[in-house]
C-alpha cells in the first residue's frame, strides 16, 4: 500500500511569513495526525483528526497555526505568521480507528524560519 | 497525563553485541506500548508494541522488547546489534479512551563496527 505522503519536503521562509503543509494519508485510514518534532526532542502532537472532525487540538497554538481536513482525506497545516521557534520537522501520521493500531508516519517536512 | 522516560540520550554498543535501550512510561489504564525507529531525513517507522498477552514481544529487523508492569518498563532490546541498526529510537505510549501516542525524547543508538 502507498505511504503517508508529505509535501514539501523542505522549506525556508522568513519569520512573519505564512507557510502550509500538505498530508495525504494511507488510504482507508479514518484518523491523521500532525506532529511537531523539534531538533532533539520526541514528536509532540499538535493536532488529532477523526475523519473530518477534529479530536484534540489542546496542544495547537491556535493563535498563529490551523489544520483543516476536508472531506476527511487530506489535510493541511497552516503557520501564520511563523516565528524563529517554529523551526522543526512537521510529521503527519495516520492509522485505522482503535487503540490497538499503530501509526505509520510520512517524511515530514523540515521547516526552518530565518 | 501520560508520559515515557528515555533515560539515555545515546547508547554506544559494538557491532555483534546485545544491545538495550530503556523506556519507563506513565499511564492511566492499561498501557498500549510502542517502539519507533528513525533513521536520518525520514519519518517515524513502526518497530512492535506491547498490546496485551506475551510481555516479550517480536518486532522488526530482529528486535524485540520485553513489558515489566511491575517496574512500568517497555525495554528494546537486540541479540547481535549491527551497524545499520544505528539510528534514533523513539518509545512511545497510549492509555485508556482517545488518547494519541506520546513519545519519549528519543534515544540515539550508534552501533560501531
Known amino acids: 500500500e502507498a505511504g503517508v505522503a508529505q509535501s514539501p519536503r523542505y522549506k525556508i521562509i522568513e519569520k512573519r511569513q505564512s507557510v502550509a503543509f500538505w498530508c495525504n494519508p494511507i488510504?482507508?485510514?479514518?484518523?491523521l495526525y500532525w506532529y511537531q518534532q523539534i531538533l532533539g526532542q520526541g514528536p509532540k502532537l499538535l493536532i488529532q483528526?477523526?475523519?473530518?472532525?477534529?479530536?484534540?487540538d489542546s496542544q495547537l497554538p491556535k493563535d498563529r497555526f490551523s489544520a483543516e481536513r476536508l472531506k476527511g482525506v487530506d489535510s493541511t497545516l497552516k503557520i501564520q505568521p511563523a516565528k524563529l521557534e517554529d523551526s522543526a520537522v512537521y510529521l503527519c501520521?495516520?492509522?485505522?480507528?482503535?487503540?490497538?493500531?499503530?501509526?505509520?508516519f510520512g517524511s515530514g517536512t523540515r521547516l526552518t524560519v530565518v | 497525563a501520560q508520559s515515557v522516560a528515555q533515560p539515555e540520550d545515546q547508547v554506544n554498543v559494538a557491532e555483534g553485541n546485545p544491545l538495550t535501550v530503556k523506556c519507563t512510561y506513565s499511564?492511566?489504564?492499561?498501557?498500549?506500548l510502542f517502539w519507533y525507529v528513525q533513521y536520518p531525513n525520514r519519518g517515524l517507522q513502526f518497530l512492535l508494541k506491547y498490546i496485551t498477552g506475551n510481555n516479550l514481544v517480536k518486532g522488526s529487523y530482529g528486535f524485540e522488547a520485553e513489558f515489566n508492569k511491575s517496574q512500568t518498563s517497555f525495554h528494546l532490546k537486540k541479540p547481535s546489534a549491527l551497524v545499520s541498526d544505528s539510528a534514533l529510537y523513539f518509545c512511545?505510549?497510549?492509555?485508556?479512551?482517545?488518547?494519541?501516542?506520546?513519545f519519549g525524547k528519543g534515544t540515539m543508538l550508534l552501533v560501531s563496527p
Open positions: 512511545a505510549v497510549r492509555g485508556g479512551g482517545y488518547s494519541t501516542l506520546t
Open positions: 483528526f477523526q475523519n473530518n472532525g477534529v479530536v484534540d
Open positions: 501520521a495516520s492509522s485505522p480507528l482503535g487503540r490497538n493500531y499503530g501509526y505509520t
Open positions: 488510504s482507508g485510514h479514518a484518523t
Open positions: 499511564v492511566s489504564g492499561n498501557p498500549y
